[in-house]
């Protein structure tokens, strides 16, 4: 690899020497529009020749390699219009040229109304239209027009996507039907590292949308963009520095309706120009305070001897408060006209406080097996089961706040440049990014007792129901253990590239280079459990310690659902655990040792494309990807019975070569057909490849991970027709389908033998699948009708299939992730100030994690949200604006085996939000 990348290194310096030798001239500019805003995806074309480009996110373009002469040059932009302006090309020299798109010749004047009515749709669909890859674009003005908060939320619009929630909020992405750990998620261009702490999944909910000026959903990448992308790959654009002066911002607040408590909601975008506009500066700032919660209750059935009955049963009740912080920084420099430095950063925080009151009844399969049970009526019984109350929380001090606090922290920075020596473009940077989770003094106390008569109802399993027979004996359970733990992640990455491109004729561009992706992550996790010294003075029961009743008559999952009466979270975190005198502490190595590892994953990368030009139709790219991985694992051996703890290593490497080739064909000037095929991997997550073990010969129980495990390759095949609406707007219709091998999976056998663990076992552990197929349609309809209204709608069907499953072979299995529909609508209505929104959105349910047999399946139930907005002009540059969130109360559900029995159900109830917005420029 060494000797390669000298070769690169030295071609490069060749190439970059001999620049100046193949002298031509260069035309550089600028489109914006008539409020001084960039254009970015405006077509850019010279008339009469194959010489042509489309804007960047600065609305910036760049021509190399062009003869002596004067040329004609036309700018083209959805609901623009189009301009053409002359410009005279001198050999050896950049001409600068630059196009002011006047309101006044826009097409659909007669739909523009206050600011950025469709300013938005417009510069989304431009560099939708103009892009070579097959993408969906969302603008930050188009976010805006949505009530969405945050990153994951706006992503749920997109056409194929689906998010999973977490405390009703979007946070884990699906595209097509392909899990979180199938995608990647890179901040103008790089990967975003992960604060989880055992796979590769990005926290969508962690990044607000106002902080982010583009999303691109690339669905088929290029050879130049990294390969971890089987379902697609999410590309974060944050702010550019402005052409002028520029002053916005957002004050909010609202209500969520399940707690009744208020939301507290800021921001601010200052940027402009300096030092004759060779220096731009754009600061955006962020703040959101939210008080929530959901109320939620959990199942797991069991397949008794008597039929199908629960084998352990929650109420869980969540008080969260979230704060989220973020800021962004951009700079860029014109050092001259062909060459550019810029410096980015980004910083996202997000506390979350959290107490959690769990009323757990346990070990009813026992009761059921041996007919310990009476039948009261149909469905519903009497019998005994172990019944636990245990309180979260945490240290009681100014920063903790007597609850489990769970502190995440992303950042990066960017610096790099753009450079143009004549005919040779070269493009570089350097990122170091870290993600990190803490959660420290997070404690837990529970009262346990076994034996307790409950009353079981499984009338309609949709809402089963397991509870003491006697309410009033909850203050009568038994003390079982007080617990303190800290939780430490981290996920640091050094990344770099350099990117060369270099017309090789007047139809084509030569594009090659290379990256480099290096990562450290580690888990630091410990436990320790506390016996009080004096358990009677401390209280035996759950009525001798200061407790509260947490059963809420308006629980939102069922008034049946009383979680009871638990240990205050204040007490709970005034206690002194530390002190000897009080208590004796066990540190637990069960609950964290299996878990602890580090690793570092270094990943370099070299491509080399071509961007061919056949005729002012016709146009492809084809190239070859080089991906090398090499991976260094450090874990655990624990063996259960002893208590003992032995380090052990594992290494891997591979290269995958990923050839690709894209189409695009352009019938008439709005319309666009596409074809793609590409080779993409996903790597397994970090923890399925540390090489740990947690084995009990006394239990005949083995867990480990796989350092054997293979990345996931896909091949996939894309097609997309597109139609463009001068008067703004979309129509296209398209298919895909994916070839996937070595996917991963978890597994468990029975009467496993196992050389340095025993016989007979119960074996789990990650292991490669066979293949999958997935594959599907998309269409989407954006529209304006009758000059005040608006649809935005798009479909997405997908269905996949698996083979190669251990002991699952001969049943019809799907991929997990993948939801069969998808289906996003909105109808808006607009006049000169007031505009209106309605917007659902639809995922049906989907297998999300395979069970040892059917029965034991998890699936993620089908989600419909209704969201409404609506804001006001007081002025061109003030509104108002009110937005309601989650109007149909959707829980986070899913459900086991069939959709009638209830696994878990999570409600969060809508929240509203009223405020102002400002936009104040030069």
């Given at each position: 690899m060494k000797k390669h990348l000298r070769l690169f290194s030295s071609l490069a310096l060749v190439i970059l020497l001999a620049g100046n030798a193949w002298a031509q001239g260069v035309l550089k500019g600028r489109v914006i529009d008539a409020e001084n805003l960039s254009l970015p995806g405006a077509n850019v074309v010279l008339i009469g020749t194959n010489y042509g480009t489309i804007t960047d996110q600065k609305?910036?373009?760049?021509?190399?390699?062009?003869?002596?002469?004067?040329?004609?040059?036309?700018?083209?932009?959805?609901g623009y219009g189009q301009l053409s302006k002359p410009v005279e090309i001198q050999a050896g020299a950049t001409s600068v040229l630059n196009f002011g798109m006047d309101e006044e010749a826009l097409q659909a004047a007669e739909f523009i109304v206050f600011g950025d009515r469709l300013k938005g749709q417009a510069k989304a669909l431009n560099q939708q239209k103009n892009n070579a890859n097959i993408t969906n674009i969302v603008s930050s003005d188009q976010i805006g027009r949505f009530p969405d908060a945050n990153v994951g939320d706006a992503l749920k619009r997109i056409p194929g996507i689906t998010m999973q929630n977490d405390q009703g909020e979007a946070r884990n992405i699906i595209i097509r039907g392909m899990a979180p750990q199938l995608?990647?998620?890179?901040?103008?261009?790089?990967?975003?590292?992960?604060?989880?702490?055992?796979?590769?999944?990005?926290?969508?909910?962690?990044?607000?949308?106002?902080?982010?000026?583009?999303?691109?959903?690339?669905?088929?990448?290029?050879?130049?963009?990294?390969?971890?992308?089987?379902?697609?790959?999410?590309?974060?654009?944050?702010?550019?520095?402005?052409?002028?002066?520029?002053?916005?911002?957002?004050?909010?607040?609202?209500?969520?309706?399940l707690s009744n408590k208020p939301i507290w909601t800021g921001g601010v975008i200052l940027g402009n120009r300096f030092l004759n506009d060779k220096l731009g500066v754009i600061f955006s700032g962020s703040y959101n305070n939210h008080n929530f919660g959901s109320d939620n209750v959990e199942a797991v059935w069991y397949d008794s001897d008597n039929g199908v009955v629960l084998e352990e049963f929650d109420i869980r009740e969540y008080r969260v408060q979230r704060v989220r912080r973020s800021a962004t920084l951009a700079l860029d420099y014109a050092l001259s006209p062909n060459h550019t430095l810029f410096l980015s950063g980004m910083y996202n925080h997000r506390d979350d406080w959290e107490n959690r009151f769990r009323?757990?009844?346990s070990r009813l399969d026992d009761a059921f097996d041996d007919g310990d049970f009476t039948q009261i009526s149909a469905d519903v019984y009497q019998t005994v089961g172990r019944v636990e109350f245990q309180t979260k929380g945490g240290l009681d001090n100014d920063r903790i706040k007597a609850t489990r606090l769970e502190d995440q922290r992303v950042y990066n920075i960017t610096g790099g440049g753009?450079?143009?020596?004549?005919?040779?473009?070269?493009?570089?940077?350097?990122?170091?990014?870290?993600?990190?989770?803490?959660?420290?003094?997070?404690?837990?106390?529970?009262?346990?007792?076994?034996?307790?008569?409950?009353?079981?109802?499984?009338?309609?399993?949709?809402?089963?129901?397991?509870?003491?027979?006697?309410?009033?004996?909850?203050?009568?359970?038994?003390?079982n253990g007080l617990s303190e733990q800290y939780s430490y992640t981290f996920d640091q990455d050094v990344n770099g590239r350099l990117d060369f491109k270099l017309p090789y004729s007047d139809k084509g561009i030569l594009q090659f280079g290379f990256r480099y992706r290096g990562?450290?992550?580690?888990?630091?996790?410990?436990?320790?459990?506390?016996?009080?010294?004096?358990?009677?003075?401390?209280g035996a029961t759950l009525g001798e310690v200061p407790n509260s009743n947490y059963s809420n008559p308006n629980y939102l999952a069922g008034s049946q659902y009383a979680v009871g009466r638990f240990m205050d979270p204040g007490f709970l975190g005034s206690l002194d655990?530390?002190?000897?005198?009080?208590?004796?502490?066990?540190?637990?190595?069960?609950?964290?040792?299996?878990?602890?590892?580090?690793?570092?994953?270094?990943?370099?990368?070299?491509?080399?494309?071509?961007?061919?030009?056949?005729?002012?139709?016709?146009?492809?790219?084809?190239?070859?990807?080089?991906?090398?991985?090499?991976?260094?694992?450090?874990?655990?051996?624990?063996?259960?019975?002893?208590?003992?703890?032995?380090?052990?290593?594992?290494?891997?490497?591979?290269?995958?070569?990923?050839?690709?080739?894209?189409?695009?064909?352009?019938?008439?000037?709005?319309?666009?057909?596409?074809?793609?095929?590409?080779?993409?991997?996903?790597?397994?997550?970090?923890?399925?490849?540390?090489?740990?073990?947690?084995?009990?010969?006394?239990?005949?129980?083995?867990?480990?991970?796989?350092?054997?495990?293979?990345?996931?390759?896909?091949?996939?095949?894309?097609?997309?027709?597109e139609h463009y609406y001068d008067r703004v707007g979309l129509f296209s219709f398209g298919g895909f389908?994916?070839?996937?091998?070595?996917?991963?999976?978890?597994?468990?056998?029975?009467?496993?033998?196992?050389?340095?663990f025993g016989e007979d076992l119960q074996y789990s552990r990650p292991e490669n699948g066979g293949t999958a197929l997935v594959y599907g349609l998309e269409t989407s309809f954006q529209r304006q009708f009758f000059k005040n209204f608006g649809v935005y709608l798009n479909y997405t069907f997908t269905q996949s299939a698996t083979t190669g499953i251990e002991d699952r072979e001969n049943e019809d299995l799907q991929l997990p992730g993948t939801a069969e529909h998808m289906f996003n609508a909105s109808l808006s209505y607009e006049n000169e100030r007031l505009v209106v929104r309605l917007s659902v959105n639809y995922a049906s349910d989907y297998l999300d994690e395979l069970g040892g047999e059917g029965f034991e399946d998890r699936f993620y139930d089908r989600q419909t949200f209704l969201d409404a907005n609506a804001s006001y002009a007081i002025t061109p540059k003030w509104r108002i604006f009110a937005e309601g969130n989650n109007l149909t109360n959707q829980p986070l559900r899913y459900y086991q085996g069939i959709r009638a029995r209830t696994m878990q159900a999570e409600y969060y109830n809508a929240r509203f939000n009223f405020g102002l917005k400002f936009d104040l420029f030069e």
């Open positions: 609305g910036d373009f760049s021509i190399a390699n062009l003869p002596e002469g004067l040329y004609e040059v036309r700018v083209s932009y959805l995608n990647s998620v890179t901040l103008n261009g790089e990967r975003i590292p992960s604060a989880e702490g055992d796979n590769r999944n990005i926290q969508m909910d962690l990044i607000p949308s106002d902080m982010i000026q583009t999303i691109e959903v690339n669905k088929a990448v290029l050879p130049n963009m990294d390969a971890d992308a089987i379902g697609g790959s999410v590309n974060l654009v944050t702010r550019q520095a402005p052409n002028s002066l520029r002053i916005s911002g957002t004050a909010a607040s609202g209500v969520n309706l009323m757990r009844v753009k450079h143009l020596f004549n005919r040779l473009q070269m493009d570089w940077n350097l990122t170091y990014a870290k993600a990190s989770e803490e959660r420290p003094n997070e404690r837990y106390a529970s009262y346990r007792s076994s034996g307790q008569d409950v009353r079981v109802d499984l009338s309609n399993p949709r809402f089963p129901l397991a509870i003491l027979s006697n309410p009033a004996e909850n203050l009568n359970i038994g003390f990562k450290v992550k580690e888990r630091d996790n410990n436990f320790y459990e506390y016996e009080p010294l004096d358990e009677e003075g401390f655990l530390t002190n000897a005198g009080l208590f004796d502490e066990s540190d637990v190595l069960e609950e964290y040792a299996p878990g602890n590892y580090n690793a570092t994953e270094n990943i370099t990368g070299a491509y080399l494309m071509a961007d061919h030009q056949f005729s002012t139709k016709l146009s492809a790219i084809a190239g070859l990807r080089m991906e090398h991985t090499a991976i260094d694992y450090t874990g655990n051996i624990f063996d259960i019975d002893n208590e003992t703890i032995s380090s052990v290593s594992g290494d891997q490497s591979y290269t995958n070569f990923l050839p690709g080739i894209h189409f695009k064909y352009d019938p008439t000037a709005s319309t666009v057909l596409r074809f793609a095929w590409t080779n993409t991997i996903a790597r397994p997550n970090y923890f399925d490849l540390v090489p740990y073990a947690a084995f009990s010969i006394e239990d005949e129980e083995l867990e480990r991970g796989n350092p054997n495990l293979k990345a996931a390759t896909s091949m996939n095949i894309d097609l997309m027709a389908y994916k070839d996937i091998d070595n996917f991963v999976y978890t597994i468990t056998t029975q009467g496993f033998t196992d050389p340095l």
